[in-house]
């Protein structure tokens, strides 16, 4: 079970961040701003982290997959159509 929206400071955020708060989007920013102004990135902006995303199942990539290749087929069938109004 996957628990989401949690508050940045919970105990549950802190423990899977190495005890550290999570960073919300004004911290991101302001850490982007002493960036541009000091030309240097801010020390404590955490890194992105490596590796596979494992909230997505191989059952979910399959079906991710298979939303993919319809909307494309739908969009080339869709392109088709309107190539032969046209011409």
Same mark, same amino acid.
């Given at each position: 079970? #996957?628990?989401? @929206? +949690?508050? %940045? @400071?919970?105990r549950i955020?802190k423990q #899977?961040?190495? %005890?550290? *708060?999570?960073?919300? @989007?004004e911290?991101? +920013?302001l850490a @982007? +701003?002493? !960036?541009?102004?000091s %030309? &240097?990135? !801010?020390?404590?902006? *955490? &890194? *992105?982290?490596? %590796? ?5 199942t *191989?059952?979910? =990539?399959?079906i991710?997959?298979k939303r993919?290749a319809?909307?494309?087929?739908? =969009?080339? =069938?869709?392109?088709a159509?309107?190539?032969t109004e046209?011409g």
């Amino acid at each position: 079970m #996957y628990i989401q @929206d +949690l508050p %940045g @400071d919970s105990r549950i955020v802190k423990q #899977y961040n190495d %005890g550290r *708060p999570r960073w919300d @989007d004004e911290q991101f +920013l302001l850490a @982007d +701003l002493i !960036h541009v102004m000091s %030309g &240097k990135p !801010h020390p404590a902006r *955490p &890194k *992105p982290k490596k %590796g596979v995303d494992r909230r997505e199942t *191989p059952r979910r =990539a399959q079906i991710r997959r298979k939303r993919i290749a319809e909307k494309r087929r739908r =969009a080339m =069938a869709r392109n088709a159509e309107i190539s032969t109004e046209e011409g």
